[in-house]
């Protein structure tokens, strides 16, 4: 039997289906993109994407079923079990009124013996409502450092809208290969020791690539990422009184530098410090560059629908909606958008 497209007006032969849910067919994009009124509500990513495996060394862990593009919306789900984060004593009053059921499905997760609150540390943020949540899914997905050998190929976030945890692709992903996450994303979280925070932290020994050099090299990284931090600590002050030529280079050199320890997602913080920049400045062209920049990554690691980037997507077109375009009354620069470099470290991420 020929599946055809289920675009409402097209009777043709549908050719492919929906990238994101796996269930609707269409016979091009012109007829997907017409039918999304009608399928968005419907249209979530399905499981079948990954499965939840035994992993060698590890318990269990997460593997992709077929090859993944990078970008690609792996799942979105539920929370199985909400917590409050806004106290600790809320928290484990909260925990203690659970079902017997919640409760066995916290158990199985990796622990010590039976105790719920050492297993606490594979809950995830709910970021809009400060609570905590235990994802069946992604909850299972095991850690990998940022490092310059190696790196996650996901990414997790909250999607506030939908009320879901959401995990992107940030690389490329075979069939078979496993699913991994850092528990370090943000290089301002960076621990001096990796290795030790994450046992003294998670209670396991990590053995990636980053973790098992030697510790010269560990604090070779760990020097480079506590300049980059201090870097973007002090820079929205330097707007005022440096020279906006020799920042832009700076901004660049950091990138690079972030970039070669592993942290690609810092692309993001970066590319809009630019793009204020440029808006103080008054330069349209350039400020319009720094933020298509800002918004791939950001699209890559969060996706297109949160209300930060619905809110930004705007300015790719008139950077002169921003509320800090010309606020320096210094008059209009032409600087530039990202160089070469740059745009060749998100891209080969």
């Known amino acids: 039997m020929v599946q055809l497209c289920e675009n409402s007006d097209c009777s043709n032969p549908g050719k492919s289906r929906c990238w994101r849910c796996k269930e609707r067919y269409y016979c091009g994009t012109e007829c997907q993109h017409a039918d999304w009124s009608a399928h968005k509500d419907n249209c979530k990513p399905s499981n079948r994407l990954v499965a939840v495996v035994d992993i060698p060394g590890k318990g269990k862990g997460v593997i992709a079923r077929e090859r993944i593009p990078r970008g690609t919306l ?11 984060a806004t106290s600790k004593e809320k928290l484990l009053k909260s925990m203690s009124l659970l079902s017997e059921e919640d409760k066995a499905f916290i158990l199985t997760f990796p622990g010590k013996d039976s ?5 606490l540390k594979h809950f995830v943020p709910c970021v809009g409502d400060g609570n905590t949540c235990l994802c069946p899914t992604i909850c299972r997905i095991n850690h990998t450092c940022c490092s310059p050998m190696s790196g996650p190929n996901t990414s997790y976030t909250w999607n506030e809208d939908s009320k879901e945890e959401e995990l992107y692709a940030i690389k490329e992903i075979q069939k078979g290969e496993e699913v991994q996450v850092t528990y ?12 030790a925070y994450l046992r003294r932290k998670y209670n396991f020994d990590c053995r990636c ?3 098992t050099r030697s510790p010269e090299d560990r604090q070779v990284s760990g020097e480079r990422i ?22 832009l280079v700076e901004i660049e050199q950091q990138i690079l530098i972030i ?6 997602g810092e ?5 809009y410090d630019a793009f204020q920049l440029c808006t103080a400045y008054e330069d349209a062209a350039s400020a319009k560059e720094w933020m298509k920049l800002h918004l791939k990554c950001r699209a890559l690691y969060h996706g297109k629908s ?7 997507v705007c300015y790719t077109k008139n950077p002169q909606m921003h509320g800090g375009w010309g606020y320096l009354d210094a008059g209009s620069l032409k600087l530039r958008g990202p160089s070469k470099k740059v745009l060749e470290c998100f891209y080969s991420s």
Do not use: H
């Open 74 to 84: 792996l799942v979105a789900e539920k929370p199985r079990i909400i917590l409050p």
């Open 115 to 119: 105790d719920l609150e050492d297993r």
């Open 259 to 264: 970039c070669e320890e592993g942290f690609t």
């Open 306 to 312: 949160t209300e930060q980037y619905k809110k930004s």
């Open 184 to 195: 370090m994303s943000n290089a301002s979280n960076y621990d001096g020791d990796p290795p």
């Open 209 to 211: 690539p980053g973790c």
């Open 226 to 247: 506590e300049a980059y931090n201090d870097f973007v600590d002090i820079l929205p002050g330097r707007f005022k009184t440096d020279d906006p030529f020799r920042i």
């Open 267 to 271: 692309i993001d913080g970066r590319a």
